[in-house]
């Protein structure tokens, strides 16, 4: 029940297009959803987040979706670039779990010139 | 540029060695993280401190030993280490939960640690 499913694994974009990153989580005490961004060589960078009295934020070009009901959260990268390419991550969290953060699986990104 | 410093970038080990990874930020956060972090993968969590005590071990073999010296300092102690050890250590910082909702925790760039 802890787990957050992301899909998809890899995706190829090109640049200009929107990049969709989702995840899925079953522990409906989740109560807080960063989504990371992760180059090679670097630590993961927060890039945003989200809690579930809201279901959309946007920040620049990233936006998360999120749908209470239908326990999933996603990442939009609108007007997609090159230097966009990186591992993203969601994760979640419950207020309680000693912030802890579950993370999911990752999503390789790579937005071709 | 990251927040949090990590020391060293690179480590490379014997598996009789002992060494430290070194972490520090000045954000005035009182939360530090330890997790571990294998290629093509999410980063594992170690250790959370909370106010310099540790607050959570999550079954960690011995041979890592965390130490919160101060509000700012993060050391990882390491000793006989095992070839399945090799990884990216990540240190991160947060503010403390005070029960008002999870905080945005903040990653160092990582000790790339090979064992030989």
């Known amino acids: 029940q802890q787990q957050v499913k992301q899909s998809p694994q890899s995706l190829i974009v090109q640049k200009g297009g929107i990049s969709i990153i989702n995840c899925a989580y079953e522990n409906t005490a989740f109560d807080y959803f960063p989504w990371y961004q992760q180059f090679p060589g670097k630590g993961p960078a927060l890039l945003i987040a989200i809690r579930p009295d809201v279901s959309e934020k946007k920040e620049g070009r990233f936006t998360i979706s999120f749908n209470k009901s239908a326990k999933q959260f996603s990442l939009h990268i609108m007007d997609s670039q090159p230097g966009d390419s990186a591992t993203y991550f969601c994760a979640a969290s419950t207020a309680t779990s000693g912030s802890r953060l579950t993370f999911g699986e990752g999503t390789q990104l790579t937005v071709n010139p | 540029d990251t927040e949090v410093t990590q020391t060293p970038k690179h480590l490379v080990m014997g598996m009789t060695n002992k060494k430290s990874l070194k972490c520090e930020q000045h954000m005035g956060h009182r939360a530090m993280y330890w997790y571990k972090q294998k290629a093509k993968k999410p980063p594992e969590l170690m250790f959370v401190?909370?106010?310099?005590?540790?607050?959570i071990n999550e079954s960690v073999p011995s041979r890592f030993s965390p130490e919160c010296p101060n509000s700012s300092l993060l050391n990882l102690h390491l000793h006989a280490l095992q070839p399945e050890d090799s990884a990216l250590y990540l240190c991160?910082?947060?503010?403390?939960?005070?029960?008002?909702?999870?905080?945005?925790?903040?990653f160092g760039d990582g000790t790339r640690l090979s064992i030989l």
């Open positions: 401190y909370s106010y310099e005590k540790l607050s």
């Open positions: 991160a910082s947060s503010p403390v939960n005070l029960g008002m909702g999870n905080q945005p925790q903040h």
